[in-house]
């Protein structure tokens, strides 16, 4: 299995551009197949993720092509509404196919979803919201068959503002019969690119980043050329690596108002931040600083899949820290892997309280989901040593080339698939107190 392997303590200097939005990608990946035709979507990253989501398209008989990111979908010879399990179970936005191809063909087979071990991850809030419209649904041996003659729109209220559900009922909605108003809706940036792409194709939708949004279903779809958002995520981690460590980054074809929450935490913690159009840039000179209390939540709050990051941070920061995690009930993976890095990190349920030490220490520590990889990454470059990541696929799924991205800010970053030479020979460690709190931190070696 492929590594990365990290000598640490090198600031990041540079200038960098940001990649097309992974979770925008999927969903308007999905919703192509509302038109028939040929659809060009422009900013698309190469992520694992999207090749899964490719293969999808084509297992239905889509033709998909993706080239210097830019992906040609042509849906005519759309036939099949039964996507293949082992594809299903790889990627949990498999799920976003079945607003589209039941609202194109009235049917859509697919089974219980993958993704990241961070959470249950029900659905329950994409298929109620799939009945709300008329659909009839069969759900047996993991298998969800979803039917409908007819879809009709009707008002929907979320319990929770789920992302993908709010997805994948705009989108059934979109070719209902009537007017479909969601309540509750998720107000993420990714909802309003993908209302912004339906529109596109002659859909009549308003409301997206607000908690309202009002859908006038239509009946056909016309195939458009559509360019994806930037990365709040990629973006969000590349604000961290540089402030972590303490670098002066300069990050291009950036949102600012996506990743608001982020600017925030981070100026309190003593990073200097500034803001020219779609330019920002990060620099840190000193030790972070404390932030009292970090509370994830859906947008605009502070992004649970920026928590990891963060934490890496706030591990090196001048006293104790509090995140609370309120939208994944198991997303605190990283924290056994940053203790053995010397953070020093105790979880309480869903809150973590991180008492910042002067230096992190190079250590062998495997990624359990794709942001706690990130974060993983991020706390080997800042770390004295040399840290070796394992694992990594959960990496690429959202990150396209990350050594090289980080490579090409100053880090010594390589990728490698041999097992031997890479235990890291980190500096010999000073006599550390055991932590209490989660178990004795290791370095490698
Ligand atoms: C999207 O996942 C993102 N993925 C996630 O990013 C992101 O962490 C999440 O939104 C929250 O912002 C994509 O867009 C592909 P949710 P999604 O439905 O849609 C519960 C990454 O790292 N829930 O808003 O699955 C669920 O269990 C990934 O890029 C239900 O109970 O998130 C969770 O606790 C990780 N029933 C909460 O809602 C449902 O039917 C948030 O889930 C659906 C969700």
Do not use: W
Request: aromatic share 4%.
């Amino acid at each position: 299995m492929e590594k990365l392997v990290i000598e640490g303590g090198k600031p990041l200097k540079g200038t960098i551009r940001i990649q097309g939005a992974k979770n925008a990608a999927l969903p308007i990946l999905a919703a192509s197949v509302l038109a028939e035709g040929t659809t060009i979507l422009e900013n698309v990253p190469d992520l694992l993720d999207i090749r899964v989501m490719l293969d999808i398209l084509r297992a239905i008989g889509c033709k998909a092509e993706h080239k210097n990111e830019t992906v040609h979908i042509d849906t005519t010879g759309l036939n099949s509404f039964h996507i293949p399990a082992d594809l299903m179970t790889q990627m949990r936005s498999s799920i976003f196919l079945m607003g589209p191809l039941v609202a194109r063909l009235g049917s859509v087979r697919v089974y219980q979803p993958g993704g990241c071990a961070i959470g249950e991850r029900k659905i329950n809030l994409h298929l109620d919201g799939l009945r709300a419209l008329g659909a009839e649904i069969e759900e047996s041996c993991g298998m969800i068959h979803c039917r409908a003659e007819k879809l009709t729109g009707t008002d929907i209220y979320l319990d929770f503002p789920s992302v993908g559900a709010t997805e994948n009922i705009m989108m059934a909605a979109a070719a209902a019969d009537g007017m479909t108003i969601i309540h509750n809706a998720a107000r993420e940036p990714e909802i309003q690119d993908l209302q912004n792409f339906l529109c596109a194709m002659g859909a009549r939708i308003y409301g997206a980043g607000t908690g309202t949004i009002t859908i006038e279903g239509i009946t056909r779809f016309t195939p458009c050329t559509y360019r994806i958002i930037p990365d709040r995520i990629v973006t969000g981690t590349l604000m961290v690596a540089a402030a972590a460590t303490r670098g002066n980054v300069t990050l291009e074809r950036v949102i600012p108002s996506h990743v608001t929450s982020l600017i925030h935490v981070l100026r309190r913690s003593g990073v200097q931040i500034t803001v020219s159009g779609d330019i920002m840039n990060v620099q840190c000179h000193t030790r972070p600083k404390r932030v009292e209390r970090v509370i994830t939540s859906p947008f605009p709050a502070f992004p649970t899949d920026l928590q990891s990051l963060l934490m890496v941070l706030l591990s090196l920061a001048d006293g104790l820290s509090i995140i609370k995690e309120t939208v994944f009930e198991g997303r605190f993976k990283h924290v056994d892997e940053l203790s053995r890095m010397g953070a020093d990190i105790l979880i309480d349920l869903n809150t973590a309280f991180i008492r910042g030490v002067p230096r992190l220490y190079g250590a062998t520590v495997e990624a359990t989901d794709l942001r706690a990889g990130a974060a993983l990454v991020v706390a080997g470059l800042a770390a004295h040593g040399t840290t070796v990541v394992e694992q990594i696929q959960h990496i690429d799924r959202g990150y396209d080339r990350l050594e090289q991205l980080l490579g090409s800010l100053g880090a010594v970053i390589t990728r490698t698939s041999l097992d031997s030479a890479v235990r890291p020979e980190t500096e010999p460690e000073p006599e550390r107190a055991s932590n209490p709190r989660t178990g004795t931190a290791r370095a490698n070696g």
